[in-house]
């Protein structure tokens, strides 16, 4: 069986930023270091960040001590503000690609466009990018499009950043007819147009997909859909303990892949455990 792994896949230079910053304030600084929600979304990560001080903070408590890391989903102002008149020590480990959408939607909203961000409505980034316009942007599911919007004189769209770039370029078509004028950003990160498009290219040659990642990460159960969606068999794991060798029965090639939050050490695992099938 061949086993072919995604060049692309793997954590994004955003979220290696943001592992890094982490990793340079416990070394650094005095007391606790916490991060605002888990720095990324998968879990063996964030239990090695917690093993070497890195803590996760659910919510803001009023008597926070340390230093305080704002991980590379952003924040909604509001919580950034708090956080400053609190006089907690903040470090902004916000993705300069989160950074862009925010600052496109606060512009969108300056010049008096109604802001429409497409993406999933509980998703951490996009409730930040929402705060950006005064809470008034709508949120459009690119999966359950609403048939009932209002027709809109200015309408300015931004994407969550890891929104798959068709996805998005559907909306925006049904959006012309709810608008007098369309303003789209797209606001959508090189990093996860790159690796999907890599994925889906392999996805295409291949009998079956590997997906690795968290469960709980947006990015990664996209690429297991879009994978899905080509018709390719495709299993998502988050560990290699989660293979089964059934999968793998008259399967000659297989494709690996895997969500801006996997570390390599997880995708190599994988690949280990694929080849023990053999
Ligand atoms: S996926 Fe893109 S936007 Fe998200 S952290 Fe990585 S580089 Fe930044």
Not at 4 to 11: L, T
Not at 181 to 190: M, W
Not at 202 to 231: E, F, P, Q, W, Y
Request: net charge positive; proline share 3%; with cysteine.
């Amino acid at each position: 069986m061949e086993i072919h792994v995604v060049k692309e896949a793997g954590f994004c230079f955003g979220v290696k930023r943001a592992i890094k910053l982490a990793f340079d304030a416990v070394k650094t600084k005095n007391g606790k270091v916490y991060t605002l929600g888990p720095l990324i979304h998968n879990p063996q990560v964030v239990e090695d960040l917690r093993k070497k001080g890195v803590h996760v903070a659910k919510n803001l408590s009023r008597n926070q001590k340390g230093t305080l890391i704002i991980r590379s989903h952003g924040v909604h102002p509001e919580i950034l503000k708090r956080i400053k008149e609190r006089r907690i020590k903040v470090i902004d480990a916000t993705c300069p690609f989160v950074k862009k959408a925010q600052g496109m939607a606060k512009l969108l909203y300056d010049q008096g466009y109604q802001v429409a961000v497409v993406g999933e409505a509980h998703h951490p980034e996009v409730q930040g990018i929402v705060g950006y316009t005064n809470n008034s942007a709508l949120v459009i599911n690119h999966n359950r499009m609403r048939k009932n919007l209002p027709h809109f004189e200015k309408l300015g769209v931004v994407a969550q950043t890891t929104l798959n770039i068709e996805a998005f370029g559907q909306v925006v078509d049904k959006l012309i007819e709810n608008a007098e004028e369309l303003k789209v950003c797209n606001t959508i990160c090189h990093a996860t147009a790159r690796a999907q498009k890599a994925t889906l290219k392999l996805a295409g040659k291949v009998d079956m997909m590997i997906v690795v990642g968290g469960h709980n990460s947006a990015n990664t159960t996209r690429l297991a859909k879009l994978c899905r969606r080509l018709g390719t068999p495709t299993h998502h794991v988050e560990t290699a303990r989660e293979l089964r060798r059934v999968w793998f029965k008259d399967k000659k090639s297989v494709g690996v892949t895997a969500g801006t939050s996997t570390p390599d050490w997880s995708i190599n695992q994988v690949v280990e455990r694929i080849k023990s099938f053999n």
